[in-house]
């Protein structure tokens, strides 16, 4: 245990106040990950680069727009700010569009992006499972991409 406390120094001093993240950059939460971006102007919407755009929404920004697979958001207004001499996309509004859940925290900076609809049905129609990794009873890696073409039943428990 004593292991687990130097790796996790905040563990040891549970009512001292850690930052989230630096005071120049926000949090951003969506599909399990946290990510740090730059902090977006005070009150304001949360602007992210192109290249951080995967951070919020699982989005790639392609020529043809914002692409997850085959489906592609034009980038115009009001989904594209330009401010400062540079490109920013207003990720509350991209969210909006994609009818993606999402809550902000202004106080500490912290933004949860919630699944986004059109990823979860278009998977659906093509009858395709997420891919998965999980480890089997004796500790070997099974991903569901090598079981492509077999049958596979997944059993899952938990205990809350």
């Known amino acids: 245990m004593a292991g687990a406390l130097m790796a996790r120094p905040e563990l040891r001093h549970p009512f001292r106040a850690t930052p989230i993240h630096p005071d120049d950059q926000v949090t951003v939460l969506f599909d399990g990950k946290r990510a740090h971006l730059p902090k977006p102007p005070e009150g304001g919407p949360l602007l992210v680069r192109e290249e951080d755009l995967p951070a919020t929404c699982g989005f790639t920004v392609k020529p043809e727009g914002a692409c997850y697979e085959s489906l592609c958001v034009p980038l115009r ?16 509004a991209f969210a909006d569009h994609l009818e ?5 925290d202004e106080d500490s ?7 986004v609809p059109a990823q979860r049905d278009h998977a659906l129609l093509d009858a395709r499972a997420p891919d998965l990794e999980i480890h089997d009873r004796q500790g070997n890696l099974v991903r569901l991409a090598d079981l492509k073409g077999k ?6 428990w938990s205990s809350w």
């Not at 207004?77 to 509350?92: C, F, K, N, S, T």
């Not at 993606?100 to 902000?104: A, E, G, N, T, V």
């Not at 900076?109 to 699944?115: A, D, I, K, Q």
Request: aromatic residues 12%.
């Open 77 to 92: 207004a009001p989904l594209v700010v330009d401010q400062g001499g540079a490109r920013w996309i207003d990720a509350e």
């Open 100 to 104: 993606q859940p999402w809550l902000k």
């Open 109 to 115: 900076g912290v933004w949860s992006f919630g699944e």
């Open 151 to 156: 049958k596979a039943l997944i059993v899952t």
